[in-house]
């Protein structure tokens, strides 16, 4: 099974990238994870927020693998447990599904992206920083993974 982070963003902070790195390295093989990132649109001219988030969405679309499943991380999308994740989690890898998910950058997600989307997951009613999300979302992952073998990082 092949999870892919599409990420709008390409210079991270250090610890943004030790915290993926960890993250990504802990999960087992069975489960590729791979990570997209695509560059923030170029501020310059008289360019509206909605125009630049079009060009990220193009760039976001053109990076996810054909045939997968699309989640959209959104504000406005549906709250999940880990446990929901570890469920879904389990869901995919049974049944052999590939997943992109979608971090937007400043100006959230493109209405392409998330037409784009089979489903639109909130990790947080709070505004959180996009460097955060990546951590955020690998911890997550890892997190919901240990669930699904019953491994002790995740005590209930």
């Known amino acids: 099974m ?13 610890w943004v990238e030790q915290g993926v790195e960890d993250y990504s390295r802990r999960l087992p093989r069975e489960i590729k994870l791979a990570w997209k990132q695509v560059p923030v649109a170029r501020r310059v001219g008289d ?3 909605q125009q ?10 053109k990076a996810v693998p054909a045939g997968d ?3 959209a991380l959104d504000v406005l999308g549906k709250r999940r447990s880990t446990q929901d994740l570890a469920d ?18 400043p100006d959230g997600l493109s209405d392409e992206c998330l037409a784009r989307a089979d489903q639109r997951w909130s990790l947080s009613d709070l505004t959180l920083p996009h460097p955060l999300v ?4 690998a911890e997550q992952l890892y997190r919901a993974w240990t669930m699904t073998v019953n491994h002790p990082y995740h005590r209930q």
Do not use: D, F, Y
């Open 88 to 105: 879904a989690l389990s869901g995919w890898q049974m049944q052999g599904i590939s997943c992109s998910l979608l971090i937007g950058g």
């Open 2 to 14: 092949r999870l892919t982070i599409v990420a709008v963003g390409t210079r991270m902070p250090k």
């Open 69 to 71: 499943t699309v989640i």
């Open 134 to 137: 990546r951590v955020v979302l």
């Open 52 to 61: 630049l988030c079009e060009r990220e969405g193009k760039h976001i679309l």
């Open 47 to 49: 360019a509206t927020a």
